[in-house]
T-cell receptor, first 118, second 111 residues
């Protein structure tokens, strides 16, 4: 159980275009999902907390107009990188937290999306 | 904000050797989590610890939640080549709150 998927796994786009990444919890409902960004050989940097039915909470320094998050259902959150530029190239990973009381602090991660902006 | 110091940064060991890594913090956490990340993939949860002093095993992996709630360690016994990867610790202070991640320990196992 606790499987999280992401789509696409890789995307290459031209500078100035927008890219949407989907994160789905496959076998549980998640009221909270998280979006991370990871640079090579570095740790995970939390970008925002996605809350079902309400606005996302962004970390300091993350532009909410640049990284649009929508959590419209209990199994789907989307991250849209708007007007992408080469510096947005990175590995984006989502995670979801199951509602089970015995594991309420555990996050389960998706396989990640490699974004390359040319 | 809360920060985690994870050490060592990297380890190069021979197959069959035991491995130990740890995380320390200046502030307390109520949950400690250990993850493994393979190249190009998302982290996979290895062990979750919820009580100070708790010692939990998952196969050849053993992790402990420090009594002070400011540290945790992960041991891997009899390492094998597939143990190669980056291991991350994470601490959670508030129940259902954000996780704070360490910088990772990169493990290389020589056959």
């Amino acid at each position: 159980g606790a499987v999280v998927s992401q789509h696409p796994s890789r995307v290459i786009c031209k500078s100035g275009t927008s890219v949407k990444i989907e994160c789905r919890s496959l076998d549980f409902q998640a009221t909270t999902m998280f979006w991370y960004r990871q640079f090579p050989k570095q740790s995970l940097m939390l970008m925002a907390t996605s809350n079902e039915g309400s606005k996302a909470t962004y970390e300091q320094g993350v532009e909410k107009d640049k990284f649009l998050i929508n959590h419209a259902s209990l199994t789907l959150s989307t991250l849209t990188v708007t007007s992408a530029h080469p510096e947005d190239s990175s590995f984006y990973i989502c995670s979801a937290r199951p509602p089970f009381m015995s594991s309420y602090n555990e996050q389960f991660f998706g396989p990640g999306t490699r974004l390359t902006v040319l | 904000g809360q920060q985690l110091n994870q050490s060592p940064q990297s380890m190069f060991i021979q197959e069959g050797e035991d491995v130990s890594m740890n995380c320390t913090s200046s502030s307390i956490f109520n949950t400690w989590l250990w993850y493994k990340q393979d190249p190009g993939e998302g982290p996979v949860l290895l062990i979750a610890l919820y009580k100070a002093g708790e010692l939990t095993s998952n196969g050849r992996l053993t992790a402990q939640f420090g009594i002070t709630r400011k540290d945790s360690f992960l041991n891997i016994s009899a390492s094998i080549p597939s143990d190669v990867g980056i291991y991350f610790c994470a601490g959670v202070y508030t129940n259902a709150g954000k996780s704070t991640f360490g910088d990772g320990t990169t493990l290389t196992v020589k056959p």
